[in-house]
């Protein structure tokens, strides 16, 4: 009954900064994370970051620092900052919500969103 709504993807160019944003409706104060699929790869985790008042973020090794995910508990909103894009980072961004389960499997989350895409040229 979830609904995912993302926005904050588009085309930039190499070393410039994006911020994603995910709201979802109702507020459930669930857990959410921010998944990826870039060209000839599966969708893979990104990020994750508890219920409100949970516990530390967590991020892949993939992303070397570059990532931050937050949220804003008055409007149940998730966000992605990535800082110093690059070419690789191109992709479908994806936010998930309500986990049951490892955070980084696909199959741990019960509600996705549509995906918002990301363009980095060099």
């Known amino acids: 009954q979830v609904q995912l709504k993302e926005s904050g993807g588009g085309s930039v160019q190499a070393g410039e900064s994006l911020t994603l944003s995910c709201t979802a409706s109702p507020n459930a104060d669930s857990s959410m994370a921010w998944f990826r699929q870039t060209p000839g790869k599966e969708r893979e985790a990104v990020a994750h970051?508890?219920?409100?008042?949970?516990?530390?973020?967590n991020y892949v090794d993939a992303v070397g620092g570059r990532f931050t995910i937050s949220r804003e508990t008055a409007n149940n909103t998730v966000y992605l900052r990535i800082n110093t894009l690059k070419p690789e980072d191109t992709g479908m961004y994806y936010c998930?919500?309500?986990?049951?389960?490892?955070?980084?499997?696909?199959?741990?989350?019960?509600?996705w969103s549509q995906g918002t895409q990301v363009s980095v040229s060099s």
């Open positions: 998930a919500a309500l986990l049951v389960g490892t955070w980084y499997q696909q199959r741990a989350w019960k509600y």
């Open positions: 970051i508890g219920r409100s008042g949970g516990s530390t973020p």
